[in-house]
């Protein structure tokens, strides 16, 4: 039988392990313990050594998740991933609260994963999905993930034209997408060169919004996972 909330459970344990990563703490998703409204990661103490499990539950009522540290063992290290879980929760109900959502709006961005390069965006019309795109790029690899959140964004704005909508927000977590597209950055590589040439004539006008990475915006992860999806796709 299906799981409940599965989709969310998952999309915000990976969010917290890469969140815990960040801060020197190793941990993983236990993928047989998906229940209905939970599931449960594996920490690891810094010698490698089992510290025990988190629960990660949703409440769809609420919508919100809690974490338990119950199934601790190390209890330290259970209260400072207690003190993070906090501010992780703080800084993303304040970044969710001052996102647009207005017309229309698109999450950006790429991911760079063993030498492939694939982009990822998804589009929303007053908070609503309307497109979503993820692909692998074999040009300017060697940009890294910057030559994917590119792609992302001229793919959005051809989106835009082929479909009439003359204005959007583009969402995205590194300021070349803005600099080079306003002339605020100067242009002294190829790619650089086409993606500025790019966006000036578009018929698009944007109004462009930079959020922090891995902040837990819905939206931005929504893009960071359909980048990562299009970097390991094999023609």
């Not at 018929?203 to 980048?227: C, I, M, Y």
């Amino acid at each position: 039988m299906p799981v409940l909330y599965e989709d969310k459970l998952r999309d915000r344990g990976l969010l917290l392990v890469r969140q815990l990563k960040d801060a020197g703490i190793k941990s993983a998703l236990l993928e047989d313990s998906f229940r209905d409204y939970l599931v449960k990661l594996q920490i690891a103490a810094t010698d490698g050594s089992d510290a025990g499990k988190l629960n990660l539950y949703y409440s769809p009522k609420r919508k919100e998740y809690t974490l338990k540290t119950h199934e601790m063992k190390h209890k330290k290290l259970a209260s400072q991933i207690e003190s993070l879980w906090h501010e992780f929760n703080g800084t993303e109900a304040q970044v969710a609260d001052e996102m647009p959502t207005a017309g229309y709006v698109a999450y950006v961005d790429g991911a760079h994963i063993d030498g492939f390069v694939g982009y990822g965006a998804v589009v929303l019309h007053e908070g609503k999905e309307v497109a979503r795109f993820s692909g692998r790029i074999t040009e300017d690899t060697e940009a890294r993930q910057v030559a994917g959140e590119l792609m992302a964004a001229m793919t959005v704005l051809d989106w835009c034209a082929q479909e009439g909508v003359q204005t959007i927000t583009i969402i995205y977590d590194y300021k070349g997408i803005e600099k080079w597209a306003t002339g605020e950055w100067k242009t002294n590589q190829p790619l650089t060169k086409r993606y500025a040439a790019f966006t000036k004539k578009s018929p698009v006008k944007v109004t462009w919004h930079k959020v922090k990475s891995h902040t837990g915006v819905r939206w931005n992860e929504v893009a960071d996972q359909l980048a990562k999806k299009g970097a390991l796709q094999r023609f």
